[in-house]
């Protein structure tokens, strides 16, 4: 805490489960003080909790404008591409580096991408940013980190989990939020797995002193030296504005960059169905139906659907 408050950070993920697309974790951070330390940790109230809330609620696959909303009034970038570049913690040199050069456009391809939320909805956004600065709770930014298929099969080759991924990209959220922003910083987090204890399990947070402040089934919360707090709370989203605001980003990130893949192998065939990449019945089929086309184009699986840790 300094005199100008409370840095705070609220991360969660979309896209850890299914079948096709990337694993997106997300982070808001936010200066609070007086009320505002209440506001930020707890549910959205009145009005406002039509606008932030637990995203599984508020949008759906093909209906997710209100995450769009939201990222356009805390990102920056004139398209849906150039939107995703400024909240992303790694530039896009390194996000393309496993990229195979010969179907690059499976994943970046940019076709018939345009924004869809109408001004009146970013204006009254903005009029809730400026509703909460006046209660305590400054937005200072949203940042996010991308895992595609083929990195998510890379680390499960070596044996480490979809749950361990998403943990790692949720430390690197915390540390890069303690580096941009220079103090150190409460951070609440989504829980990841079935953990209840934490620090053994640490990826880019391993190695620092910390104090064990509670641990179980609902909530892990640890003070690590030199970052500040960390908690790891079961349904996050329900119960804390920051963490309900960043799943609300990060489901129309995952949204617009899954629909990406499955565009580009529709637009080769237009009979393929419009799916959602989780483990449903039209997921299933456009996977299937796809299937002899992608091995003629030279589609490495590897880059299009997740596989499990192998078993030992």
């Excluded at 939201?70 to 995703?84: F, N």
């Excluded at 600065?133 to 949203?142: D, I, Q």
Aim: hydrophobic content about 40%.
């Amino acid at each position: 805490m300094t005199s100008e408050g409370v840095l705070r950070v609220g991360i969660d993920e979309n896209g850890l489960g299914p079948r096709l697309g990337p694993l997106v974790v997300t982070a808001i951070v936010a200066r609070t003080s007086g009320k505002g330390d209440r506001i930020a940790t707890s549910s959205p109230r009145g009005r406002l909790a039509a606008r932030i809330g637990d995203s599984k609620k508020l949008v759906s696959f093909g209906d997710s404008v209100l995450g769009e909303a939201w990222a356009r009034v805390l990102g920056r970038g004139d398209t849906p591409d150039a939107l995703v570049d400024s909240l992303s913690i790694d530039r896009r040199a390194k996000l393309q580096q496993p990229c195979p050069a010969d179907h690059l456009a499976q994943c970046w391809s940019t076709n018939d991408e345009g924004f869809a939320a109408e001004d009146g909805l970013l204006a009254q956004l903005r009029g809730d940013l400026e509703g909460l600065r006046g209660k305590g709770v400054t937005v200072l930014g949203a940042h996010i980190v991308l895992v595609c298929t083929e990195r998510l099969n890379e680390a499960a080759s070596r044996g480490v989990t979809r749950f361990q991924t998403d943990l790692f990209a949720m430390e690197r959220l915390i540390l890069h939020a303690r580096e941009t922003y220079g103090d150190e910083l409460d951070a609440t987090c989504g829980k990841v797995g079935g953990y209840n204890s934490y620090p053994p399990a640490f990826g880019p947070l391993a190695g620092r002193l910390f104090t064990t402040l509670a641990e179980g089934q609902e909530r892990s919360d640890y003070r690590i030296a030199s970052v500040g707090r960390v908690a790891f709370v079961r349904d996050a989203d329900a119960g804390n504005l920051l963490v309900a605001l960043a799943s609300l980003v990060g489901k129309w990130v995952r949204d617009l960059l899954t629909r990406r893949v499955t565009g580009y192998h529709r637009r080769f065939d237009p009979a393929l169905p419009e799916a959602s990449g989780y483990h449903d019945p039209v997921t299933t089929r456009f996977i299937r139906a796809s299937a002899l086309a992608r091995r003629d184009r030279g589609v490495a699986d590897n880059c299009f659907e997740r596989r499990a840790v192998p078993r030992a």
